[in-house]
């Protein structure tokens, strides 16, 4: 028959061993914040050593691009004149997406530059902060302070952190964009490449998430506090 005596050195080793791997997991987390934030400099940085840069865009509805970066004509409407896509000097290619397709441009002025880069450096810094908030949340957790009154902050700063992130590195991108075209010459009356930033809701529904998360360990919080005055 199994005592408490038996049952404590158990549980307290599955304690130990929960520890443990929060502590690692949170190292981990925290390192992959660390080669975020160096890439949110190191990028801009980059991309101004570069004479030119990269934009993601929308193929005009007559014309498509193949894996290969290819255009081709799907309305016969348009004529046998079709206007040239991409300028001289630029080509588009296709990237994971099927509707994601990115022009390269060879040569562009430093702040078109800086600005194409904008959105990736926006995302490797949220990435960052978010890490440096985890990893303050599962080291709490793994010395078993899961209400630690920090916690409720940290959920609330990640779930902003995702509507930023999740929003704003699009808008950024559909700006550059927008410059880069217009920089071009391509954004007149019926253009072939357009800017555009479809509305993605699930940065706001991770937020709501957080928030909520936030507000329980809120609670749990109190609670833990006055479980202790009573004893």
């Not at 940085?45 to 990269?54: D, E, S, V």
């Not at 555009?196 to 609670?223: R, V, Y």
Request: with cysteine; hydrophobic share 50%.
């Amino acid at each position: 028959m199994m005592t408490t005596s038996d049952v404590r050195p158990t549980t307290s080793r599955w304690t130990a061993r929960g520890a443990w791997i929060a502590d690692f997991v949170a190292v981990l987390i925290l390192l992959t914040g660390g080669l975020a934030l160096i890439a949110s400099v190191a990028g801009p940085i980059n991309q101004l050593t570069q004479p030119g840069g990269t934009v993601y865009v929308t193929v005009a509805g007559h014309v498509s691009v193949d894996p290969h970066g290819l255009v081709h004509r799907l309305s016969p409407a348009v004529g046998p004149d079709v206007p040239k896509v991409t300028p001289d000097g630029s080509y588009l290619t296709r990237v994971h997406s099927a509707d994601a397709v990115q022009l390269h441009v060879s040569e562009l002025p430093w702040q078109l530059r800086l600005l194409s880069e904008s959105a990736a450096a926006l995302v490797h810094l949220c990435i960052a902060g978010s890490a440096w908030l985890l990893w303050g949340l599962l080291r709490s957790i793994g010395r078993n302070q899961p209400f630690d009154e920090r916690n409720p902050k940290r959920l609330v700063a990640l779930g902003v952190i995702a509507v930023v992130g999740g929003i704003g590195a699009p808008l950024l991108n559909t700006w550059a964009t927008s410059a880069v075209l217009s920089h071009l010459g391509v954004s007149g009356d019926n253009p072939m490449l357009e800017a555009s930033a479809p509305l993605n809701l699930t940065p706001i529904a991770a937020a709501m998430i957080l928030f909520a998360l936030a507000t329980a360990f809120s609670k749990g919080g109190q609670l833990a506090e006055d479980v202790e005055g009573l004893v």
